[in-house]
């Protein structure tokens, strides 16, 4: 997945500013993409340069103006040619998994550091996945299909965190 395809998905109900844009990652798709707003601004940059997105100056008092994007007839056709084409599954790279080839030599309390950190951050994760539920589909069986789709992708999300939470503790249990 790209981070050009994201912004063209953000981009396709309503135009945005990059700040739009930034908040949309990180309230609606905090879970299956993250970009920084250094990436995003250099993205649009680009997709403008190449007709994908048109960008209006809008006035501001007392503010520079604000760059509102909205997607061109090209923008749209590259999103339906990204939709329409399958994706494969991509490989798992993860650094860490690459200390567990190096396990006799990774300190024991480098390794425990690294273990509760990591759980930390996975219970961080489940913390955001929770807002982002409680905020975005707090009744999904209200929801249509079309809505109900990216509350799916949320769910598999906290389904692979709950799973890299019990491993961990399975690893750290094991090495105490």
């Known amino acids: ?15 945005g500013t990059g700040y739009d844009i930034l908040q949309r990652f990180r309230t609606g798709l905090a879970h299956v993409w993250q970009a920084s707003h250094q990436q995003i601004y250099r993205e649009l940059d680009r997709m403008r340069r190449e007709a994908l997105l048109e960008c209006r100056a809008v006035a501001q ?7 509102v994007y909205q997607l061109t007839a090209a923008g749209r056709q590259t999103l339906e040619a ?22 006799q030599d990774w300190p024991s309390e480098a390794r425990l550091r690294e273990l509760q950190a990591l759980k930390q951050q996975l219970n961080q994760r489940l913390a955001t996945y929770a807002e982002i539920e409680q905020t975005w589909f707090s009744a999904p069986e209200t929801l249509t299909p079309e ?30």
């Open 1 to 15: 997945m790209s981070l050009r395809a994201v912004v063209l998905i953000t981009l396709q109900q309503e135009p």
């Open 61 to 67: 008092s007392e503010r520079p103006d604000r760059k």
């Open 82 to 103: 990204w939709l329409a084409e399958p994706l494969s599954a991509g490989p798992v790279r993860e650094p860490l998994f690459a200390k567990f080839f190096a396990w």
């Open 147 to 176: 809505q109900r789709a990216p509350w799916h992708t949320l769910r598999l999300g906290q389904r692979l965190t709950h799973t890299w939470l019990e491993w961990v503790e399975e690893v750290m249990a094991e090495d105490a």
